[in-house]
């Protein structure tokens, strides 16, 4: 079959903001180019995965020069490869998604252009700004602030719309834009908004009127990519900005597991309106496979008892390298915690004993009137595993325990600039392990927050006092520990 080039949109802030269709075209690529202005989680998924090349320009600073740029996407679809052309917003609207088009048209590639929600779509509605209201604003028109030098320079076109008027790349050049819009008759109490990284959870949105803007803004306090708007729907943004009144909106909340565990809790995080820093403080590493296979291979056991996801992960891949579930037979299967419990799940299993708190002694409430001394219990851990449970398990059965893994210490630190609010534990290593490698400074006037009481007692060894801990031990229940105090704190 033909390649083909497809030249999607990403959309603009929230990673979630891409449309399924060009989801799947980034699932099916073999190659992926992209820009700057894109949401860089997006492309974090495919990291080793496709070839990614990034060739993003920065205003006045070209990482590729268009020229190239399209030189590479023919080059590459002659040599039959999928290619994903990823921009942000949509590929029509100020983005050179047509030139591109024409470009592989001259040149006999086969080409789709998918659409994406553009800067205005995603910017004004996160500002609480609709584009238009039943008889506030009946148009809205895109404009960009940048212009060529062969192109119309002037803006007092656009003085006497009545419509919502929404600048691109406009910042640098709001001197003009004012001034332009207020000599073609732009009456001066017309409302205006600068939003700076629209959509994202650290977005900036300065109201005011186009007489005063010039006076009461500096650039600077402005980061790129900003967007401009004039009109009168700026005026509902007080009622309409759910966005910004988001529990956690701008909240700097600092998590320390792995990368893969921390993903649910995560993306709650962000749609809570956090600024999630992952610091992730150690990394899995697999150990003793070939033990397991062997004892996955002569499996023979009464009970199969999971710690932690981790160890439900490990233990079914190892097993569906080979075989199929029906290996394990008719094994009861006992879990650690409800996140334990919902992975089991996801293999299609049933878990006959669990415990909704992450605590060893809670599972093994349940467990020790049931489990007989000739029972055979099957137990992989990782070699952080508290002793206790194995311990407990070996006075009460047959016990078969194995470490499958080990929690490495992560020393290189993730920068980040930002001032935390809060901190979330997970577990004791993750606190020791952060306080080693980040200092206890790092967590100075944050809001501290631990999953439960033996995370918690950890802290306080470290002499962290003040901390806020559910009373059952669970990534859910912790969470509404974090909602509920900053619910508190907004009334
Ligand atoms: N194709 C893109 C636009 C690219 S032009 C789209 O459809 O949205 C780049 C301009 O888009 C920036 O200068 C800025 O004006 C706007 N923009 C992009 N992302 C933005 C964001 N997160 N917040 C505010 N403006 C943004």
Redesign the pocket.
């Known amino acids: 079959m033909k390649s083909k080039v497809i030249i999607v ?1 990403a959309g ?2 929230d990673k979630d903001n891409i449309t399924v269709k060009v989801k799947k075209a980034l699932e099916n690529a073999d190659v992926i180019v992209y820009d700057r ?1 894109i949401n860089h989680d997006i492309i974090r998924e495919y990291e080793g995965k496709k070839e990614l090349y990034y060739v993003g320009k920065k ?1 006045s600073h070209h990482t590729m020069a268009q020229e190239d740029i399209n030189k590479l996407m023919v080059k590459m679809a002659n040599e039959g490869k999928n290619l994903v052309r990823l ?9 050179r ?1 047509s030139e591109e088009a024409l470009f592989l048209k001259e040149n006999g590639v086969d080409f789709e252009v998918y659409p ?8 004004l509605n996160s500002a609480g700004i609709p584009q238009t209201h039943r008889n506030i604003s009946q148009s809205v028109t895109y404009i ?3 212009r060529e030098n062969d192109e119309d320079q002037s803006f007092e076109k656009y003085g006497k719309y009545d419509g919502t008027l929404v ?5 640098k050049n709001l001197d003009k834009i004012i001034n332009d819009l207020l000599a073609g008759g732009m009456d001066g109490d017309a409302d205006i908004a600068i ?6 959870n650290n ?1 900036k949105v300065f109201k005011s009127k186009v007489r005063f803007v010039l006076t009461e803004i500096k650039e600077e306090d402005f980061p ?5 708007v004039i009109g009168k729907t700026v005026g509902l943004s007080d009622d309409l900005n759910y966005f910004e009144n988001r529990v956690l909106f701008n909240k700097n909340v600092l998590i320390t597991r792995s990368l893969k565990e921390s993903f649910d809790l995560s993306q709650r995080l962000t749609e809570l309106g956090a600024n999630v820093i992952n610091a992730p403080t150690f990394s899995i590493e697999y150990k003793n496979l070939d033990i397991l296979e062997n004892d996955i291979d002569n499996f023979d056991y009464d009970y199969l008892i999971f710690t932690s996801t981790n160890s439900v992960r490990i233990f079914f891949e190892t097993l569906l390298k080979k075989h199929d579930i029906r290996k394990i037979g008719k094994v009861k299967i006992a879990a650690i915690g409800l996140k334990t419990k919902r992975v089991i799940e996801s293999f299609n299993l049933k878990v006959d004993y669990y415990s909704k708190e992450g605590v060893a002694e809670k599972l093994y409430e349940k467990l020790f009137s049931i489990i007989k001394k000739e029972d055979k219990v099957y137990l992989p851990h990782s070699s952080l595993t508290r002793p206790y449970i194995i311990d407990r398990l070996r006075e009460k059965s047959t016990l078969r325990d194995l470490e499958i893994y080990d929690n490495e210490i992560i020393k290189e630190k993730v920068n980040f600039d930002e001032k935390l609010d809060a901190a979330l534990f997970m577990s004791s290593s993750s606190v020791n392990n952060f306080i080693e490698v980040y200092g206890k400074d790092a967590l100075k006037d944050v809001k501290i927050f631990s999953i439960g009481a033996i995370t918690s007692q950890t802290l306080k060894d470290h002499g962290l006092n003040d901390i806020i801990q559910p009373k059952i031990a669970s990534s859910e229940n912790l969470l509404e520990e974090v909602e509920k105090y900053y619910e508190n704190e907004k009334n």
Request: aromatic share 12%.
């Open positions: 949109g603009i802030g202005l205003a921009k942000g917003g949509d590929p029509y609207i100020f983005a998604g994406g929600l553009t800067a205005a779509t995603v910017c960009t602030g940048h600048f691109y790349m406009g910042l939003i700076s990284k629209g959509g994202y977005q790129s990519p900003t967007l401009i």
